[in-house]
């Protein structure tokens, strides 16, 4: 199972500079939340911002990352 910080880590890989939080929502290594602060959103639709957080894990999530919940924002956001 893979661990919050690992995919922090690769969330930072895919999207150098950016902001990121990751929790571990069940202990269980299964469900995740993701927060992501990045310039790379500027311009993108939610879902464009989103998808380009679903694709660092690919088929993983519905598989291995059971859930991930993604919040999106670029600096300077106020949502």
Same mark, same amino acid.
């Given at each position: 199972?893979? %661990?919050?910080?690992?995919?922090?880590?690769?969330?930072?890989?895919?999207?150098?500079?950016?902001?990121?939080?990751?929790?571990?929502? %069940?202990?269980?290594?299964?469900?995740?939340?993701?927060?992501?602060?990045?310039?790379?959103?500027?311009?993108?639709?939610?879902?464009?911002?989103?998808?380009?957080?679903?694709?660092?894990?690919?088929?993983?999530?519905?598989?291995?990352?059971?859930?991930?919940?993604?919040? %999106?924002? %670029?600096?300077?956001?106020?949502?």
């Amino acid at each position: 199972m893979p %661990t919050a910080n690992e995919l922090k880590e690769r969330i930072e890989r895919a999207l150098p500079g950016a902001q990121v939080a990751v929790q571990d929502l %069940t202990g269980g290594g299964d469900h995740f939340r993701a927060e992501v602060e990045s310039d790379r959103f500027a311009g993108l639709s939610r879902i464009q911002q989103h998808k380009l957080i679903y694709d660092v894990f690919g088929d993983e999530v519905g598989g291995p990352i059971h859930a991930l919940s993604i919040k %999106t924002s %670029t600096p300077g956001d106020r949502r």
